[in-house]
């Protein structure tokens, strides 16, 4: 079955750091791009980052460029998304996605096919 696994989220103040993890089971993600998306309440999904399969091309919203870091490990079947420099509008659920390696990523959301669950990230003082 296949699977992505999303975990590290949590209540953070502003300006603090966390660091979310999508792990895949069923699957490898040598063959797959990730992208990381987040819903706040009330508002509809949107983008975040993405990453090639390869590693080697990555995208960012606007809103978190400068902020937030896309890696992978694809000995570890593992995409790792650093959010540094928090802010409470970055609260939302966010859900790592794979899609089929294209050699490119962006962050439409029918471009991927697998969903992990979500993980919960608050930025409260």
């Known amino acids: 079955q296949l699977q992505l696994v999303e975990s590290g989220g949590g209540l953070v103040q502003p300006g603090g750091s966390l660091r979310l993890s999508c792990v895949a089971s069923?699957?490898?993600?040598?063959?797959?791009?990730i992208g990381w998306f987040r819903q706040a309440p009330g508002k509809e999904r949107e983008g975040v980052s993405c990453?090639?399969?390869?590693?080697?091309?990555?995208y960012y919203a606007d809103s978190v460029k400068g902020r937030f870091t896309i890696s992978r490990d694809n000995a570890k079947n593992t995409v790792s998304l650093q959010l540094n420099s928090l802010k409470p509008e970055d609260t939302a659920d966010y859900y790592c996605a794979a899609s089929t390696s294209r050699g490119w990523c962006a962050l439409g959301r029918g471009m991927y096919g697998y969903w992990g669950q979500g993980t919960q990230v608050t930025v409260s003082s």
């Open positions: 990453i090639t399969n390869s590693g080697v091309y990555t």
């Open positions: 069923g699957f490898t993600l040598d063959y797959y791009d």
